[in-house]
């Protein structure tokens, strides 16, 4: 089993990283090889839409800091995404590896049944951060991208973890334990 865990919050000992690195201290519990990447320290471009990757490549022609990114996630079996919410949707750290992801699509996308170079059946954690505390506010973030990895990129389970106006994670042992028992959950499943 291996996990690969991607950072998309600026700060190292924020809320979203901290409920991230919590989960996948859980997944190596259960025995899970773990590959975290911390973007705010990768140097990296967002998507160019060069089309290479539809035309002449079967990968993202951008060689960069996201290269082993893509690479470990198209070998991973679970994948956590961590993210502030910045403006109303994910950081822009985050978002420019989305875009990277567009990579992982094969040319006829749009009509093809399998429209995805992944292997199917791979599973999707989010965490996503606010500082609203109100959990109606924002909600909007994540169906889209469930929709994307589940419809789009053939995986086959999709989870959430919020926190909404959490000051100090330590405070708030329910979130911390629901990151744990979700690894240990998607881990057994394998
Ligand atoms: C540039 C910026 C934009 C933000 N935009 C929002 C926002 O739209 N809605 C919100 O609830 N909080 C917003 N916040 C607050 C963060 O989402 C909040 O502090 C979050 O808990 C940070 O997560 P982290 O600790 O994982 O980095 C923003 C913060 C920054 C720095």
């Known amino acids: 089993m291996k996990t690969v ?12 990283t901290a ?10 519990s259960m025995g899970s090889e773990v590959r975290t990447f911390f973007l ?9 839409a060069c089309m290479a990757c539809k035309k002449t490549h079967e990968r993202c022609a951008l060689e960069d800091d996201l290269t082993p990114v893509l690479d470990a996630i198209a070998d991973a079996d679970l994948l956590l995404l961590a993210s502030p919410v910045y403006f109303g949707n994910v950081s822009s750290q985050l978002k420019g ?4 992801t567009y990579s992982f699509f094969v040319p006829d996308f749009v009509t093809n049944p399998k429209p995805c170079r992944l ?11 606010q500082g609203m505390p109100d959990e109606t506010a924002f909600a909007n973030i994540y169906p889209w991208y469930e ?4 419809q789009r990129f053939g995986f086959s389970e999709s989870r959430l973890i919020r926190a909404c ?12 334990g629901l ?8 881990c057994r499943l394998g």
């Open 5 to 16: 865990c991607v950072l998309g919050s600026p700060r190292e000992k924020g809320i979203s």
């Open 19 to 28: 409920i991230a690195n919590q989960f996948c201290a859980a997944a190596e």
């Open 40 to 48: 705010n320290k990768l140097r990296y471009s967002g998507c160019q």
């Open 97 to 100: 590896f989305i875009d990277r």
């Open 119 to 129: 292997k199917p059946g791979k599973k999707v954690v989010f965490v996503l951060s």
């Open 147 to 150: 929709f994307v990895f589940l």
């Open 165 to 176: 106006g959490v000051r100090d994670i330590s405070k708030r042992q329910d979130l911390l």
């Open 179 to 186: 990151a744990e028992n979700t690894a240990r959950e998607l």
